[in-house]
């Protein structure tokens, strides 16, 4: 069997930042183990079950009893035969419960059934319009519609793909990859923040922080993805790939501000803000282009020797100066507006 695990803090805050942590406990549980950032993972639970001597409803009420005791993280799992029904089962179970879908087409069926056409995996809002113009809109229509009809309507390889899934076909596998491929950082707001000044400092504080963490494991990163989290518990993700492979803070900062900007959230109602450095990469295999700016070479300079004092005297011995006036303003004081650190 498998297991979707989905991550979620019982206060309602993000849990990029607590994923990594997470993500060992399953370690110890099965190694067989699929980081899904921003908040859940696939576990092939096979040779658990074998060694523990339990089925996978029984090790997914270990799993939600350890997260919750040592990061403080709900879970909502699913339990099923293929990665992708048991995505879709995660999806549907409520949280601090599991739901399981027995390995038997009639109970396949059954779940897949009533579900829209469009939660089936890889069916977009234009294919799920185009199988509901012809009263295909459900999992258990498209099931009992033959392959050459499901082809002539959404096309050879889209009706093909929609004709296995719903009749719960999966072909891939847990692909296991280390939690340390992403370093996630994030900041919870105490009320809903519509000022962009603070939006602006928390995004300030986790991008370096995040870029502090990498120098100091020696790691540079392809891509950065922001997570936006609002009032009503929703989220807005965009990522952005970066020029070339790097840990340098400004070149971090000016790219989360970007993605920042392209939100356009000056009405928003934000409650938390996460930022995650994807594609690590061991800082020796990366090449830096030259630019011959000598303000570039100064402001890396002025990093290393930053790097140097936090290590030495501790985390918050250098910060930046916006951050450290923001800090000291009397009106701050209470934490009220202000963002917190991630647990």
């Known amino acids: 069997m498998i297991l979707c695990v989905r991550f979620h803090h019982e206060a309602g805050t993000g849990i990029e930042a607590a994923l990594p942590a997470l993500l060992g406990l399953i370690d110890d549980l099965s190694p067989v183990v699929q980081a899904l950032p921003p908040d859940s993972a696939l576990v092939d639970v096979r040779g658990a079950e ?7 409803t029984q ?27 048991a995505r879709m089962a995660a999806r549907e179970a409520a949280p601090g419960t599991t739901l ?8 396949v069926a059954e779940f897949l059934g009533p579900l829209p056409v469009a939660a089936l995996p890889g069916i977009g809002a234009a294919t799920a319009r185009t199988l509901r113009s012809y009263g295909l809109g459900t999992v258990g229509r498209a099931a009992v519609v033959p392959l050459s009809t499901l082809q002539r309507v ?13 009749h719960g076909i999966d072909r891939t596998t847990v692909v296991p990859n280390a939690s340390a491929r992403s370093l996630a950082a994030e900041r919870a707001f105490s009320r809903d923040e519509l000022d962009q000044s603070l939006h602006r400092s928390a995004l300030l504080s986790i991008t370096e922080e995040l870029g502090g963490r990498m120098r100091v494991e020696g790691q540079v990163c392809r891509s950065l993805t922001l997570t936006v989290r609002y009032a009503d518990r929703s989220t807005t993700t965009r990522a952005r790939t970066l020029r070339e492979p790097t840990a340098h803070s400004g070149t971090l900062i000016a790219t989360a501000y970007r993605i920042h900007d392209s939100l356009g959230l000056q009405r928003a109602r934000v409650r938390g803000l996460s930022l995650r450095a994807e594609g690590l990469a061991p800082v020796e295999r990366a090449t830096r282009q030259l630019t011959f700016d000598p303000e570039d070479d100064r402001a890396r300079r002025i990093e290393a020797v930053a790097d140097r004092a936090r290590a030495r005297f501790g ?13 000291s303003a009397p009106h701050r004081t209470d934490g009220r507006h202000g963002a917190r650190p991630a647990r």
């Open 50 to 56: 074998r060694y523990f001597g339990q089925d996978a």
């Open 59 to 85: 090790i997914a009420a270990v799993l939600r009893v350890r997260a919750l005791a040592h990061v403080g993280a709900g879970c909502a799992i699913g339990a099923a035969a293929t990665p992708m029904l």
């Open 100 to 107: 399981t879908v027995p390995d038997e087409p009639r109970a």
């Open 154 to 166: 959404a096309g050879v390889r889209m009706g093909r793909e929609v004709y296995e899934k719903a």
């Open 315 to 327: 985390p918050r011995a250098v910060v930046p100066g916006t951050l450290a006036v923001r800090a």
